[in-house]
């Protein structure tokens, strides 16, 4: 007589199925949340719209800032024995790149408007996700971006003079920060345990921003509904989803996270007509959903590369 002697698996082992739902679990949390972060984030810039031409986008900035490390630092505080250049160089680069991207953007929100701002900076991201592809789609894709910022930026836009120039560099200046973001982002999330990376990065960032802060703060402009503005800018653009970034990045891959934020500029241009009454010409309208769409098309249809099983149990315990 035969017998099956096959030893039966424990109880608690982990299987490939198991892993993969776990997951999917974690990167549709990941997604939901970063979603709702994209709201979040273009709400504040539609409010710091409305405060920028009284006080100053260094000053909207340096607030942001302040209400970050004040929201982070007594629950995050690093550990001074862990302060060591080698651990921190990623968290100290991710806080310089945090002024320049936030002060970039708020400069050329200014001067374009949120919708189109919010768009050309999405070149940022889109670059990062497109940069080791090789596909045909891709190619496509990129050059219709590229015709949709075409759109953006020329005589049918705005006004019969186009988009101002100094604007138009300043959005592109954030949108290459915002790549280096994401990157940095992401190994500030690996390296560093909890908040600890972002606290560091904001204290970095905000002791930039204050000696322009300083020298541009004119406090007879300043009123209540004024500080109401800059905390609701601080908490909405900063505290909120900064805070959430490394929680996203450690459940989602960075294509994942840029296909969410594709979305983006159209929630932008929705909050720049709701909160600055902005209009769009069917150009811009066109132009955005172009660069929304060839964006969205060329993120959502690459491929992951497949994970080792040891991969996928790191994952599923994590």
């Not at 039966?8 to 993969?20: I, V």
């Not at 990941?30 to 009284?54: D, H, K, M, R, Y």
């Not at 945090?98 to 002060?103: H, R």
Request: aromatic share 6%; proline share 6%.
């Amino acid at each position: 007589m035969v017998t099956d002697q096959t030893t039966p698996a424990p109880a608690n082992a982990t299987t490939p199925a198991t892993t993969d739902g776990a997951a999917n679990r974690r990167s549709l949390a990941g997604a939901a949340v970063q979603l709702g972060t994209e709201v979040s984030i273009n709400f504040g810039s539609s409010l710091a719209g409305l405060v920028i031409p009284v006080v100053g986008s260094f000053v909207v900035v340096a607030v942001r800032q302040l209400v970050m490390v004040v929201a982070v630092l007594p629950f995050y505080r690093p550990k001074r024995a862990e302060l060591t250049w080698r651990r921190l160089w990623p968290a100290v680069a991710l806080g310089v790149v945090l002024a320049i991207m936030n002060v970039t953007f708020y400069e050329s929100v200014h001067l374009l408007g949120l919708g189109v701002a919010a768009t050309i900076e999405f070149l940022g991201p889109l670059a990062i996700a497109l940069a080791s592809s090789r596909r045909v789609l891709d190619v496509i894709c990129a050059l219709a971006a590229g015709t949709g910022v075409v759109l953006l930026i020329g005589p049918g836009a705005s006004d019969a003079a186009g988009i101002d120039p100094w604007g138009l560099a300043l959005a592109l200046t954030a949108a290459a920060a915002w790549a280096g973001y994401i990157l940095l982002t992401r190994r500030v999330a690996h390296g560093l345990p909890g908040l600890e990376g972002l606290t560091v990065a904001s204290i970095v960032s905000l002791a930039l921003l204050v000696p322009f802060a300083v020298a541009t703060f004119d406090p007879t402009v300043v009123d209540w509904a004024i500080v109401g503005l800059l905390l609701g800018v601080g908490v909405l653009s900063s505290a909120l989803p900064y805070s959430l970034d490394t929680w996203i990045l450690r459940r989602i891959s960075p294509r994942i996270y840029a296909i969410v934020t594709s979305f983006g500029p159209v929630i932008a241009a929705v909050f720049g007509w709701l909160v600055l009454s902005e209009t769009f010409s069917p150009t811009e309208v066109i132009a955005i959903v172009i660069v929304c769409g060839a964006a969205g098309t060329a993120l959502a249809t690459q491929r992951s590369r497949p994970k080792s099983q040891l991969e996928q149990t790191a994952e599923g315990m994590a």
